[in-house]
C-alpha cells in the first residue's frame, strides 16, 4: 500500500512540474526508482527553462538525453527481433497460446476456456489462438468486463467492441466496480477496465488442459 501512495504522489507532483530533484527531496525516493515511475511524464521545454536550480536543469536535460539513447537502443533492438520472428507457424502460435493459456487462463473450470486482462492485445491473441488453432469463429466468443463507476461505460464498451472486432451482442452486462480512490493508476496500466473472453466447449477444454498437463509433467 504504501509503494502505490508514494508513487501515486510521485506522479502528482510530476504532473505540477516539479523536477527529479524536487520530488526526491520531497518523498526521499533513490533516482532509479523515481526514473522507472516518471519516465512517461517529461517536463516540458517550458517548464524546465522556469526552474531556477541550474542542478534541476542539468537533471532533467540528462534524463531526456538519456531517454533518446534508450528508445534508439530499443528500436534497433526490435528492429532485430522483427526480422527474427517475422511469421509465426501454427505448430508455434498453438504453443505460445499455451504457455500464455498456463500463466493468464482460467484452468479450474472444466466446461469452458477463459482468459482475463487489461491488455487488449493479449485478448486478441488468445480469440485469435482460438481461431488458428481450433477454428473457433470470433462469434462463438463472450466478452466480459469490469469497470469502474467514474468511468464512461459506452465508451468503454464501444472501445473494447472496436479493439477486439466483436459486436456488443456478445458481451455481457459489464460488471461495475465502485471506487472512492483518487489514485492516478486505479484503473490499471492500459486504463480501460479489465476484459475476459470466454468460450463454451468442454472437449477443447480437456483438450487445452491436458497439453497442459503435458508440459507440467515434462518440468516437473
Known amino acids: 500500500m504504501a509503494y502505490f501512495k508514494e508513487k501515486n504522489k510521485a506522479l502528482e507532483l510530476r504532473k505540477d512540474g516539479l523536477s527529479y530533484s524536487q520530488i526526491k527531496d520531497i518523498l526521499k525516493i533513490g533516482k532509479s ?3 522507472s515511475w516518471l519516465k512517461d511524464y517529461p517536463l516540458s521545454k517550458k ?3 522556469e526552474l531556477r536550480d541550474n542542478n534541476a536543469v542539468r537533471i532533467e536535460r540528462f534524463r531526456e538525453t538519456m531517454k533518446n539513447k534508450k528508445d534508439l537502443r530499443l528500436k534497433k533492438v526490435y528492429n532485430k527481433q522483427k526480422n527474427i520472428i517475422k511469421s509465426l507457424s501454427n505448430r508455434e502460435i498453438f504453443i505460445a497460446g499455451l504457455f500464455l493459456y498456463w500463466g493468464e ?3 479450474r473450470r472444466v466446461s469452458g476456456l477463459t482468459i482475463t486482462n487489461t491488455d487488449n492485445s493479449i485478448i486478441n ?6 481461431n488458428v488453432c481450433f477454428k473457433i469463429p470470433r462469434n462463438k466468443i463472450k466478452i466480459d468486463l469490469q469497470l469502474y463507476n467514474d468511468m464512461d461505460i459506452k465508451k468503454e464498451l464501444t472501445y473494447w467492441s472496436k479493439t477486439l472486432k466483436i459486436p456488443l451482442s456478445q458481451f455481457s452486462r459489464p460488471y461495475i466496480k465502485k471506487t472512492a480512490s483518487k489514485d492516478i493508476n486505479h484503473k490499471g496500466s492500459f ?10 466447449d468442454a472437449r477443447l477444454t480437456e483438450t487445452v488442459l491436458m497439453s497442459l498437463k503435458v508440459i507440467t509433467e515434462k518440468y516437473h
Not at 125 to 130: G, R
Open 105 to 107: 487462463g482460467a484452468k
Open 191 to 200: 486504463g480501460h477496465g479489465t476484459c475476459s473472453a470466454r468460450i463454451g
Open 33 to 35: 526508482t523515481l526514473s
Open 47 to 49: 517548464r524546465i527553462s
Open 125 to 130: 491473441f488468445f480469440i485469435n489462438w482460438l
